[in-house]
């Protein structure tokens, strides 16, 4: 038997949660409509992140590929935390229900794809439109980034107080009558590993401390300088392989030179 939606337990883990739910006069009944709705489609959204994972992980320059699908609970408290926002957006009458809450909330199905070198991204971004229908495309970047190729191909730009570095896009898909949106991520592996660090702290602390921001800011100037070096070993690997190259090729063209001399004497 699956599981129902607990409000009690739900306000102790989230308390900020129950101000939320009065200010905005969220619908209960609609939350729970929701959450069991959601737990009927949870197996089949688990099934959709693994063959979207998969069809990634063929490309040959992405490192790793990690999948989530969204815990019903952390799917109540984003409804929870946004119905003020889409107010704003679609007036004081809006709530969210089950009818629209998959159009809303586009990250129920969730997927990384981390590579090594930042240049690997743009073959990346090419394979990801070419096998699925991209909707939304969003270059999250850091005050000061180099965002010129990102707008020569019309990406929308975030820039990020955070540091955040990462792309994102909203795919969609149909995998049965009913239409399935999911979110891929895209990012160096230096950027996932400050993103992870940078995701746990903001979700255990409602503010962050001041002395782990100005933390967190420095290790994302050291992630972003790591990515940096890392670009510039792999060119310079490339640039050392074909002078390489060129020089066995001489030394080879020089001896069959010499054999043939030695032929016509």
Same mark, same amino acid.
């Given at each position: 038997?699956?599981?129902?939606?607990?409000?009690?337990?739900?306000?102790?883990?989230?308390?900020?949660?129950?101000?939320?739910?009065?200010?905005?006069?969220?619908?209960?009944?609609?939350?729970?409509?929701?959450?069991?709705?959601?737990?009927?489609?949870?197996?089949?959204?688990?099934?959709?992140?693994?063959?979207?994972?998969?069809?990634?992980?063929?490309?040959?320059?992405?490192?790793?590929?990690?999948?989530?699908?969204?815990?019903? *609970?952390?799917? &109540? +408290?984003?409804?929870? @935390?946004?119905?003020?926002? #889409?107010?704003?957006? %679609?007036?004081?009458? /809006?709530?969210?229900?089950?009818?629209?809450?998959?159009?809303?909330?586009?990250?129920?199905?969730?997927?990384?794809?981390?590579?090594?070198?930042?240049?690997?991204?743009?073959?990346?971004?090419?394979?990801?439109?070419?096998?699925?229908?991209?909707?939304?495309?969003?270059?999250?970047?850091?005050?000061?980034?180099?965002?010129?190729?990102?707008? *020569?191909?019309? &990406? +929308?730009?975030?820039? @990020?107080?955070?540091?955040? #570095?990462?792309?994102? %896009?909203?795919?969609? /898909?149909?995998?049965?009558?009913?239409?399935?949106?999911?979110?891929?991520?895209?990012?160096?592996?230096?950027?996932?590993?400050?993103?992870?660090?940078?995701?746990?702290?903001?979700?255990?602390?409602?503010?962050?401390?001041?002395?782990?921001?100005?933390?967190?800011?420095?290790?994302?100037?050291?992630?972003?300088?790591?990515?940096?070096?890392?670009?510039?070993?792999?060119?310079?690997?490339?640039?050392?392989?074909?002078?390489?190259?060129?020089?066995?090729?001489?030394?080879?063209?020089?001896?069959?030179?010499?054999?043939?001399?030695?032929?016509?004497?």
């Amino acid at each position: 038997m699956k599981n129902k939606f607990n409000l009690e337990k739900f306000i102790k883990k989230y308390p900020y949660a129950k101000d939320e739910i009065e200010n905005n006069y969220v619908d209960l009944v609609e939350l729970n409509n929701i959450y069991d709705d959601y737990m009927n489609f949870k197996d089949n959204y688990e099934s959709q992140a693994d063959f979207i994972s998969n069809i990634l992980r063929t490309h040959n320059q992405i490192h790793s590929v990690k999948s989530r699908v969204k815990e019903p *609970e952390r799917l &109540i +408290e984003k409804i929870i @935390r946004k119905t003020s926002d #889409r107010k704003e957006k %679609y007036g004081e009458g /809006f709530k969210f229900t089950t009818e629209n809450y998959k159009n809303e909330i586009n990250d129920l199905i969730g997927i990384r794809a981390i590579h090594i070198f930042k240049q690997d991204w743009e073959s990346i971004h090419e394979f990801i439109q070419a096998t699925w229908k991209v909707i939304e495309i969003t270059a999250n970047v850091r005050a000061g980034d180099d965002t010129k190729r990102f707008e *020569e191909l019309g &990406i +929308e730009i975030k820039s @990020r107080q955070s540091g955040y #570095r990462s792309v994102h %896009y909203l795919i969609e /898909f149909y995998p049965t009558n009913q239409k399935v949106i999911a979110e891929i991520q895209v990012r160096t592996i230096f950027e996932e590993g400050y993103g992870e660090i940078d995701h746990q702290l903001r979700y255990s602390h409602k503010e962050i401390p001041s002395i782990l921001e100005s933390n967190l800011l420095l290790f994302n100037r050291i992630a972003g300088s790591a990515d940096e070096m890392a670009s510039l070993i792999n060119l310079l690997s490339k640039d050392l392989g074909k002078i390489e190259q060129k020089y066995a090729q001489a030394i080879t063209e020089k001896d069959e030179e010499i054999k043939r001399l030695k032929e016509k004497k």
